[in-house]
């Protein structure tokens, strides 16, 4: 059995104080840059929204990726 490899995807960070944008990334790395850069913003839509912090990051990420038509 194969193992199924990640896709390289593009990434703007939704925070208007950020101007992180990257091409070709695996999403790991996005969320490397969250964390490191954006804790407080991402604990803040934890407790504002009442949902887990896990959740906040998947919106964010979810939210940041860029889709390009082919």
């Given amino acids: 059995m194969h193992k199924i490899q990640p896709k390289p995807m593009n ?3 939704v925070f208007t104080s950020c101007n992180y944008k990257r091409n ?7 969320i490397k840059h ?4 954006h804790v407080d ?3 803040d839509i934890s407790n504002k929204e009442n949902i887990p912090v896990s959740m906040a990051e998947m919106i964010i990420v979810s939210n940041s990726k ?5």
């Fill in 34 to 37: 969250l964390k490191e850069l």
């Fill in 11 to 13: 990434f703007n960070c």
């Fill in 41 to 43: 913003e991402i604990l």
């Fill in 24 to 30: 070709d990334i695996e999403e790991k790395e996005f």
């Fill in 66 to 70: 860029v889709f390009i038509n082919s």
